[in-house]
């Protein structure tokens, strides 16, 4: 496995964020933790780019106004794709929350 940027218009996948919006792209990252027996894990974290919550984004606002990818736009495309990578970073892990999900488990609430 290896990581890599994938533009999606019209692929039409739900995001998992909101559940309604549009992913446009997905960045795939490689990553490697440490599991509980100390062995490292190597996977793949995403950063997705949906029309909804991205909203603000100037990729998300080119899909807006164009519908899909238009070839003679590929340098002003290329572009706003570099922008997005460079300020792509792929979700932390809330700890708190994890925290209260396994409470939560152990107490027998889920
Ligand atoms: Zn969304």
Redo the contacts with the bound molecule.
């Keep these: 496995m290896s990581g890599g940027a994938e533009a999606l218009p019209g692929a039409a996948p739900a995001?998992p964020?909101?559940r309604?919006?549009e992913i446009l792209a997905v960045l795939r990252l490689p990553r490697t933790w440490t599991n509980a027996s100390g062995r490292p894990v190597r996977g793949l974290a995403e950063v997705l780019l949906?029309?909804?919550?991205?909203a603000g984004d100037p990729l998300v606002t080119y899909f807006a106004v164009h519908g899909t990818a238009r070839p003679e736009h590929a340098a002003l495309l290329s572009r706003l794709l570099r922008e997005w990578l460079s300020r792509a970073h792929p979700p932390t892990p809330d700890e708190d929350a994890l925290r209260a999900e396994a409470d939560a488990w152990r107490r027998g609430d889920l």
């Design positions: 995001c964020r909101c309604t919006g949906c029309a909804r919550c991205d």
